[in-house]
C-alpha cells in the first residue's frame, strides 16, 4: 500500500447519443479497480465527466433544433444515471463545459503559450459559401491527402487512419448543406507537440499501464511527431485566449477535464486538488484503445509543457464486438445499456461480470447473448451461486447458523493463496485472470462440499459435519470479499445472508482471513437466477431486427475452390530477421523475412498492433508466391498472414525451418 493518493480517471462519454455496451468496455473495469484498491487500504480518487465541445455535438444540436448546452446537459443526465445503474461509481461527475474546466483551460493554454509551446499560422480552411462560415472537423468532408480515400474532416477514417489538421482534406465539401467548398485564410494556433520528441522517448518506457498504450505510442513517437492545431472555428467550446473567433481544440480541453473535475470534487469534499496534479502522483488513466495516441502523446505532452504532473499508469481496453461483428450503430451491431439489458430488469452485476470475465483488458471483447446466457448460467449460478446457497442452507437447516468450530489449515491457506492470486493480476491490470482466481476458489468450495458430502456425514458424524460447514462458511466470506469489486450487489446478498448488517464494501480485503465468528443467519435464499432461454431467444431476434433494419449487408457467402486452386499457393513458415516503420503511415512496417532459400521484404499493416522489438526472431505463414507490388514506395514481395481484425498472427506450434512449406 502506497501513502501517495490514487486518482483514478475514465476517458469522457461524449454527449450527443446514449449509453451503449462499448462504452462500459473502460468504466466498469476502471471501477473493479478502484472498488479493489480501496479494499486494498488505498486511498483512491474517482473523477469523470461528459465531453461537452466539438462539433458532432453542434451538428447534433443543430438538427434537433436545440442549443448544444442543452444537448450535452440531456445526454450528461442520462450518463450519470445510467453508470450509477451499473453501479460505476464515480466521486464526481463534472461537465467540460462547466466554468471550472473553462477556467481550467485557459489557464494551461496561456502557461503553453507564455512558456513558448504555442505558435500562430495562417493555414487553408474549408468555407462554404452557402452557409458563409468556416468549417471545422466534422462539417467537412473530401479525400485523404495521404491516401486518397473519402475521409472525414479531422480523420481519414475509412483508409489510413491519420489525423488530418485544418485545411488539409482535398476536394473538401460541406456536410451541411452538400456545396463545394473553397479554402481561404484562416489564423489558427499549434501545438508545438514536435519538441516534446526527446521527452517523450524518455518518459514513455517508464509509464505504467498496459503494453498496448505504450507500445502504440512509443510506435508513433519513434516514427515522427507533427504539431497540432489547437483551436477551431467554432462559436461553441472554451474560447481561445485573446480570440471571439476560436475556440479551443476538444482533444485539449476533454482531458484538462480530468484536473477539473478533481478541482471541483476537491472543493465538495475540502481537500488540495494540486495533491495530485502537481509534481509526483499516482494518476491512472482508464481509456479505450482508440484514444491512445491523445493520452500517451499529446496529453503527457501538453502537461509537461504547462508545468503539471504526468500521468503514472494508461490502462487501454481492447475494442468490442457484437456477435463477431465489428461494433457499429449505423448498422445495428450495437447493444443498448437501458434499453436493451436494464431496463428489462436484468443485473447490473451479470454483465459486470461478463465484461470483466470474458477475456484479458486488451484483447477484443465479443458481446452475445448466447454466450453471455452461457457464462452467467454456468459460473455464477451453477459455481459461485449452488455453493454459496448449498453451504448457507445446511448452516441454517443443521446448525441454525455459523458453527464455533475452527477452520482447518487447508482451507485457510487456499483462501490465502487467491487473495494473493487476485492481488497480483489486478496489479498488472489481468482482470480477467483476477477473476479466474476468484472463480477457482468458488470451484475449490463445490469440490469441497462435494467430496465432504455434510448432508451424509451429518447422520454419522455430526461433529465433523460441523466442522466442514464451517470451513464452507469462511470460503463463503471470502468469496463475498472478493467479488464485491466484480458483483457489488449480489455480494452485498451474500455478506447479509452470513448474518452482517454493515457494507461488505466497508471492508479490506485482508479481513478474509481473520477468524469466523459463529451466530445466527437468516435462512437463506437463491442468490442468482439462471437467465432462460425464451428472454435470450427475444433479445437475440431484436440484435438481429435491429441488423436488418439498419441495412447491415448479409455476410458473404464463401466461394468454394479446388484443392488445384490451393495447391498454386505457396505457404512458407518465414523467420523475421528485421522489422522497421515505414515513414509517414501508422498502420505499415517493412519487414525482412528469411524463407530459407532468399530473404524477402515484405510490407505488412500490423504496426498497430507489434513493435518491431516483438516481431524480430518470431516465426510467420508467410504467402510467398503473391505478386510483387508497391505500397508506399516500398516493394513488398509476399504477404504475412494474420486473423482478425487485430491481426493474431499465424504462426507454427513448434519451430520449424524457414521455407517450410504448409500443405
Not at 488505498?42 to 433544433?65: K, L, W, Y
Not at 447490473?348 to 448460467?377: A, G, I, M
Not at 470451513?471 to 458483483?487: K, S, T
Not at 503473391?626 to 493474431?648: H, K, N, Q, Y
Request: proline share 5%; with cysteine.
Amino acid at each position: 500500500m502506497s501513502d501517495q493518493p490514487l486518482l483514478v480517471t475514465c476517458g469522457l462519454p461524449y454527449t450527443n447519443g446514449p449509453c451503449h455496451i462499448g462504452h462500459l468496455r473502460t468504466y466498469v473495469p476502471a471501477d473493479f479497480y478502484v472498488r479493489y484498491m480501496r479494499r486494498c487500504g488505498e486511498r483512491v480518487v474517482f473523477v469523470c465527466g461528459s465531453d461537452n465541445h466539438g462539433t458532432p455535438i453542434v451538428v447534433s444540436a443543430e438538427m434537433e433544433g436545440i442549443s448544444p448546452r442543452e444537448m450535452s446537459q440531456r445526454y450528461h443526465d442520462h450518463f450519470d444515471r445510467t453508470f450509477k445503474r451499473m453501479q460505476v461509481c464515480f466521486d464526481h461527475f463534472g461537465m467540460t463545459d462547466d466554468p471550472t474546466n473553462h477556467d481550467r483551460t485557459r489557464q494551461i493554454v496561456s502557461s503553453l503559450i507564455g512558456n513558448g509551446y504555442v505558435y500562430s499560422q495562417v493555414v487553408k480552411q474549408s468555407y462554404c459559401t452557402r452557409c458563409r462560415r468556416f468549417l471545422p472537423d466534422r462539417y467537412v468532408e473530401g479525400i485523404c491527402p495521404h491516401c486518397g480515400t473519402p475521409a472525414r474532416g479531422d480523420e481519414c477514417d475509412q483508409g489510413c487512419g491519420r489525423h488530418l489538421e485544418p485545411g488539409e482534406i482535398q476536394e473538401p465539401t460541406c456536410k451541411v448543406c452538400g456545396t463545394k467548398a473553397e479554402f481561404r485564410d484562416q489564423e489558427h494556433y499549434f501545438f508545438r507537440l514536435s519538441d516534446f520528441r526527446d521527452f517523450l522517448l524518455e518518459y514513455l518506457p517508464g509509464l505504467k499501464g498496459t503494453l498496448n498504450a505504450r507500445n502504440y505510442a512509443l510506435g508513433w513517437v519513434k516514427d515522427e511527431l507533427h504539431d497540432w492545431c489547437i483551436t477551431r472555428t467554432l462559436e461553441w467550446g472554451v474560447k481561445f485566449p485573446g480570440r471571439d473567433d476560436l475556440v479551443v481544440y476538444v482533444w485539449v480541453d476533454a482531458p484538462i477535464g480530468y484536473i477539473s473535475f478533481t478541482e471541483e470534487w476537491a472543493k465538495i469534499t475540502g481537500n488540495d486538488w494540486k495533491e495530485f496534479w502537481c509534481g509526483e502522483n499516482r494518476i491512472t488513466h482508464f481509456i479505450g484503445g482508440d484514444i491512445i495516441y491523445h493520452h500517451c502523446i499529446f496529453w503527457p505532452a501538453l502537461l509537461k509543457g504547462a508545468g503539471y504532473g504526468l500521468p503514472h499508469a494508461v490502462v487501454a481496453s481492447g475494442m468490442v464486438k457484437v456477435d463477431d461483428h465489428k461494433f457499429s450503430k449505423s448498422r445495428g451491431y450495437v447493444v443498448w445499456t437501458n434499453e436493451d439489458y436494464l431496463d428489462r430488469g436484468l443485473s447490473p452485476d451479470y454483465l459486470r461480470y461478463y465484461l470483466l470475465s470474458y477475456t484479458n483488458h486488451t484483447k477484443e471483447l465479443n458481446f452475445s447473448w448466447t454466450v453471455f446466457q452461457e457464462r452467467v448460467n454456468n459460473e455464477l449460478v451453477n459455481t459461485l451461486g449452488n455453493f454459496i446457497y448449498r453451504s448457507l442452507y445446511f448452516a441454517n437447516k443443521e446448525f441454525s447458523g455459523i458453527p464455533d468450530d475452527p477452520v482447518d489449515a487447508l482451507v485457510l491457506e487456499e483462501v490465502k493463496c487467491a487473495l494473493a492470486a487476485v492481488d497480483s493480476a489486478m496489479r498488472e491490470y489481468e482482470f480477467k485472470n483476477a477473476i479466474d482466481a476468484m472463480m477457482g476458489l468458488a470451484a475449490f468450495g463445490n469440490n469441497y462440499i462435494q467430496s465432504n458430502a455434510p448432508w451424509k456425514l451429518v447422520k454419522t458424524d455430526r461433529d465433523q459435519a460441523r466442522k466442514v460447514i464451517k470451513n464452507c462458511l469462511f470460503l463463503v466470506r471470502a468469496l463475498a470479499l472478493l467479488f464485491e469489486p466484480v458483483i457489488p450487489e449480489k455480494s452485498q446478498k451474500v455478506w447479509e445472508a452470513l448474518g452482517y448488517t454493515d457494507q461488505a464494501g466497508s471492508h479490506l480485503l485482508r479481513d478474509a482471513t481473520d477468524p469466523l465468528l459463529g451466530g445466527a443467519i437468516p435462512v437463506p435464499a437463491p442468490l442468482f437466477e439462471k437467465l432462460e432461454d425464451g428472454l435470450i431467444a427475444e433479445l437475440d431476434l431484436l440484435l438481429q431486427k435491429r441488423v436488418k433494419e439498419a441495412g447491415a449487408p448479409p455476410a458473404p457467402k464463401m466461394e468454394e475452390i479446388s484443392i488445384e486452386d490451393f495447391c498454386r499457393m505457396d505457404i512458407r513458415i518465414g523467420k523475421i530477421l528485421k522489422a522497421e516503420p515505414i515513414p509517414k503511415s501508422k498502420k505499415l512496417l517493412r519487414l525482412i523475412v528469411d524463407l530459407g532459400q532468399e530473404k524477402r521484404q515484405i510490407v505488412s499493416g500490423i504496426a498497430q498492433f507489434y513493435t518491431p522489438e516483438d516481431l524480430v526472431g518470431q516465426q510467420v505463414a508467410v504467402l510467398a508466391n503473391l505478386a510483387p507490388a508497391t505500397i508506399f514506395g516500398v516493394e513488398s514481395r509476399g504477404m504475412i498472414l494474420a486473423a482478425g481484425d487485430t491481426a493474431s498472427l499465424l504462426v507454427p506450434l513448434t519451430v520449424v525451418e524457414p521455407g517450410t512449406k504448409i500443405r
